[in-house]
């Protein structure tokens, strides 16, 4: 018989998958930080500097203010303890996990030569760059574009240079060992690579059910749809992961009242770890590419929260700001918050501020402190609220009261 799980319930053992619900430390050192790390499995990157680059973003949520240069000696050089990948987008993932993505390079490879071989066409190209980073050690593109190699074509200006390093990347002839400036850093494998980690190719099924269950252990409790999005991988290899780790005893089959599929109850997995809080004690702002948001549809099925960063929107589109952050406090999702560090004016700018029609009467009570965590993580003197959004003349008045 399949045990029944609230969804009140599920979201806790969620949250406390994911880091959740546990004694904050006001010394957060390498082992907390590589902590986080180790339990989300990896840290998405994106490009975006409004407030604060989201890879940095999931510690902080998670132990609040913390020195980042932390988490840059784990994810900076060929000493750090990841490597970035094509994981769920691209991300910083532990270095031990790249053999298991080899199933992902093989796709690329034959991704590759179905779009016109890149890489076969420009093999020479390709071999000369081996023999840079050979000779050099770990560069930028920019360390080796010239100025006759002019930046053209389809792939967002890029130069042949980049194009090639970039399908290097992707298929695993190169490795990105950090990002400077946010430009990739290549290397060779070897360079970066334990002995051991080289020439390692597990059969796809075997490197996709250890995923499935780093995925599983993450999220605590999760449909197979949620299982797939973590490590964005096809549905149809995940489905024969989950009946074997199911058969193993790993994952146990539970079903969440509210938790649908079309019309159908979605069927959910418990993680056989996965702990099961009374309550969860928590109040602070999540990356729009944080692991508890990124699946949107997750979101909604979980928080009933519906979600979408508008960066991509002109702006009188926008209804919630161009960098929205989600508001966790305890188990649920209550509202969002769009931020800004005017590092120029060293000011944390509150551009809006909306609660969710669940939020509780003391919301803004509860934010304002993470606030000001916020702008003394930033390194910032003061906040200033805009009028925009109805939790903002709130949030504005416990700040000047506090």
């Not at 407030?51 to 902080?60: C, Q």
């Not at 360390?143 to 130069?159: F, K, L, Q, T």
């Not at 949620?226 to 009946?243: E, I, S």
């Not at 939020?359 to 930033?378: K, N, Y």
Request: net charge neutral.
């Amino acid at each position: 018989m399949v045990d029944t799980v609230s969804p009140q319930l599920a979201r806790r053992i969620a949250l406390a998958a994911q880091g959740f619900g546990r004694p904050g430390s006001t010394s957060a050192g390498t082992r907390q930080v590589g902590g986080v790390l180790d339990r989300l499995g990896l840290l998405q990157i994106d490009s975006v500097n409004v407030f604060e680059r989201s890879h940095y973003l999931p510690v902080f949520s998670r132990l609040g203010p913390y020195d980042r240069s932390l988490l840059d000696r784990i994810t900076t050089g060929r000493r750090g303890r990841t490597l970035e990948y094509w994981a769920h987008e691209a991300a910083f993932v532990p270095r031990e996990l790249w053999p298991l993505f080899e199933f992902r390079r093989s796709e690329y490879r034959a991704k590759g030569e179905a779009w016109g071989g890149w890489l076969v066409e420009n093999r020479v190209l390709a071999d000369w760059l081996r023999a840079e980073l050979a000779a050099n050690g770990p560069l930028r593109a920019s360390d080796i574009e010239h100025d006759a190699n002019v930046r053209r074509g389809p792939w967002w200006g890029w130069s042949t240079v980049k194009r090639t390093l970039e399908w290097m990347f992707r298929v695993g002839e190169v490795v990105c060992i950090e990002r400077r400036r946010f430009e990739r850093v290549y290397a060779l494998p070897e360079q970066a690579l334990e002995p051991g980690l080289l020439g390692v190719a597990p059969e796809p099924g075997d490197a996709v059910r250890v995923l499935v269950e780093r995925a599983a252990s993450a999220l605590g409790i999760a449909t197979e749809a949620d299982l797939a999005d973590y490590w964005r991988m096809k549905r149809q290899q995940v489905r024969a992961a989950v009946h074997d780790l199911e058969d193993a005893g790993v994952l146990l089959p539970v079903e969440v009242p509210g938790w649908r599929s079309g019309a159908r109850p979605a069927p959910a997995w418990l993680h056989r770890d996965a702990r099961r809080p009374r309550r969860i004690e928590a109040a602070t702002l999540l990356s729009p590419f944080d692991p508890v948001v990124w699946f949107r549809p997750r979101a909604e099925r979980m928080f009933d929260f519906h979600y979408r960063i508008e960066i991509y929107t002109p702006e009188p589109q926008r209804v919630f700001g161009y960098y929205s952050l989600p508001v966790l406090l305890d188990d649920d999702v209550v509202g969002r918050v769009d931020l800004k560090s005017d590092r120029k004016a060293r000011v944390l700018r509150v551009q809006s501020a909306w609660g969710e029609a669940t939020a509780p009467g003391e919301t803004a009570a509860r934010l304002a402190p993470v606030l000001r965590d916020a702008a003394t993580w930033q390194g910032l003197d003061d906040i200033v609220v805009a009028a925009r959004g109805d939790l903002a003349a709130s949030v504005r008045s416990e700040l000047a009261h506090a």
